[in-house]
């Protein structure tokens, strides 16, 4: 599976951007998809993921209900829709494929390239 990140950027607090993850390879809905970050000099820490079968969502607690993942099954493709950003979201995004729905990222074996979200105050 390659996995293709896109959309990060610099935005403002308060402000809004959407990431989107192409997949290519073995079929999309066999994957848990994920978005990790990671900041600098901290760990990658596990944002969402949405579960082959799309029924199942998680969110880590610092963005729940601000953050929504979403996906495309014709286009292959999932979405990370960012509002309400603040300073503390800036990190490198990454998008991961993994067999199983879990916050472990050693247990995702498939990565986007990353990109790069700023959110200024």
């Known amino acids: 599976v390659q996995l293709q990140a896109s959309g990060g950027g610099l935005v403002q607090a308060g402000g809004s951007l959407r990431l989107s993850c192409a997949a290519s390879?073995?079929?999309?809905?066999?994957?848990?998809m994920g978005w990790f970050r990671q900041a600098p000099g901290k760990e990658r820490e596990l944002v969402t993921y949405?579960?082959?079968?799309?029924?199942?969502?998680y969110y880590a607690a610092s963005v729940k209900g601000r953050f929504t993942i979403s996906r495309d099954v014709a286009k292959s493709t999932v979405f990370l829709q960012m509002n309400s950003l603040e300073p503390e979201d800036t990190a490198t995004y990454y998008c991961?494929?993994?067999?199983?729905?879990?916050?472990?990222?050693?247990?995702?074996?498939?990565w986007g390239q990353g990109t790069q979200v700023t959110v200024s105050s």
């Open positions: 991961a494929a993994g067999e199983r729905p879990t916050g472990y990222s050693g247990s995702y074996s498939y």
């Open positions: 390879g073995r079929p999309f809905s066999s994957y848990v």
């Open positions: 949405i579960t082959g079968s799309g029924h199942s969502t």
